[in-house]
Structure formats: C-alpha cells, structure tokens
C-alpha cells in the first residue's frame, strides 16, 4: 500500500445569495485564521456572482460560477429548476420533490441548488492541482486555534467519522446511508453495521479517491458521474455519504478515521445576543477551532442571520 502524501490543499465553498451573510463571516473569520493563506476556491451561482465580486479582490480567493464549473446541460436545468422553484414556492417544491421521488416526474426538482451544491463540491476536489479538498460550508467560523493538520495527515486519508449502528438511524440520514451502499457497494448493509454519520463541514476530500468513485460510478451505471447522481431521486443522495462509503469499502491506503473533536455546532440562532457571546466564547477555547451557525434556522424562521452576523463581524475585525 502506498501512503497518501498531502500536497496543494485547498479549500472550498459553494454559496449563493441566500447565504451571503454567512459568507461574510467566513471570510473575515478565515482571513484571520492560521488557514488564511489556503487558496480559497469560492464557487456561487452564476446570477449571484455580482454579490460576490468583491471577494475576487482578496487575497488567495479564487471565485467561480457554476456555469464555470458545472456541465452546461447540468448547468441549464439548474437554472430552469431555480426559476420553477422561485414561482412555486418551498410547499409545492416540497411536492413536486415527492412526485419525483416515487413517479419520475417532474424532471426539475433534481436540479434545485442543494444538489448542483453537492455536484460542484466534486467537481472541484476531482480538478488535478490539489489533492486536499477542505470543504467549508458558508455558515462555518474558523476559530484562531484552527491548522492544517485537522485535515491531513502525511500516512493515510483523513476522514471525519461519527459512528453508528445502522439499525438506529431514520430519515434522511438513514436514506444517504443506504443510498451510498447501493451505489458504491456492499449493495446492502446489515442493521447492526455501524455507519458513519458525519455529514456536516469541515468535511476533506482526497483528490485520489474522489476520482476513483466518480470513476466506478460510471463504470457501473454506464453514465457521466453527475448524470448517474442526477438520476437518483432528489435527497435521497449525499456527495458525502457516497465519499465516505467509498473510502470504507474501495480505498486501499490507510484511511484515518477522524472524529470531529474541533467542530461546535450552534443550531439555534434566534437570539443574537447570546450566539455572540456563545462564539466569543469559543473563540478562546484552543480545543474549538471551527463553529457552524447552522443558517438552516434563520431560513426557515422569522430571525435574519444579519441580526449576529454584523456583531460577530465588528468583533471579529477589531479583537
């Protein structure tokens, strides 16, 4: 077995408009981070680019649109999918998802943001040039305490792992589990199997082994990679859950399964005043070096993520 030797990381995040207050701390956050000088590779959807142009100006940040790095077919349905969606609305989107989860139709909920998100994280960690894909969602804050080596190693491929025993897991983790199995092997999995559950960011790529499973998916459905994906009923695949389930049962150097100490997830958000004070906090514990501010919460509820971000955003530029 020849060991995996880390070379040109990168990091990763694809975003668009809706997260862009998000984005704004990330990027100050991490421009003040021990990962600063990582070249940041900042993929958004191509109508959303104009609110993004500024961070071209920064340093190490390289911003691309999804007509750069998505297929043009991929890239075409995506933008019809967002105008559908936009005209629909989150209830009947929800709908129409289901429709197309069990008959088929209609085509477009298979090419709504979510996924052409999880296409373009692969399509950028397959790109030759890096062999380290650090993925940062728009609602993470690196934390001064935040290195490298939490995401490679120079003996085996890193991989963040919570596990679990199959047979406890429901609903749409459960659905990316066994999706993942089916696609990538063993086909099925056995109730007491523990899986891997980590589904969140930071989540690391290993340029190797991303090509080869986008290799042995279209060696086995006979399809472009992202067309197989596509095909698959929509939120019922995870880019991660197939990565890591590669990893288990195909990648034959060491794989270092990692579990992810140094992440602090905040779910709850509605009170600024207490999110700031919660990060303030974190930012001085060394064992803390990445929070998510999960922006899930101030999308679905009545709160704005404004409400902390430009507190967080004050306090991070002057500490």
Known sequence: MT?????NPILLTPTWAGDLEHFRLLRASLARSPLAGLTHHVVVQTEDRHLFEAYAEEPN?????????????VERERLKARHISARTGRHLTRISGSLRRTLGWPRWPAYTGWHTQQLCKLAVASETGHDTTIVLDSD???SPSAQLDDFQTSDAVVCFAQWQPLG????????????????????????AQPVNTYFDTPFVFDGAAVNGMLQHLEQQSGRPWWQ????QPPRRWSEFGLYKQYLAQHETRPVQWRAPDVMHYIFD????TAVVQRVKALFERPDTHYITLHSQSSGKHDWNARDFTDLLLEWITTR
């Open 3 to 7: 060991a995996a030797t880390p070379s």
């Open 168 to 191: 406890e897991l429901s609903g749409k983790v459960r659905k990316w589990v066994d999706n993942a199995a089916k696609l990538t092997g063993p086909g099925k999995l056995t109730e």
């Open 269 to 272: 958000t509605r009170d600024a």
């Open 228 to 231: 197989h994906l596509l095909n």
């Open 61 to 73: 940040v390289v911003l691309r649109t999804t007509a750069e790095v998505l297929p043009a077919d």
């Open 140 to 142: 993470v804050v690196v």
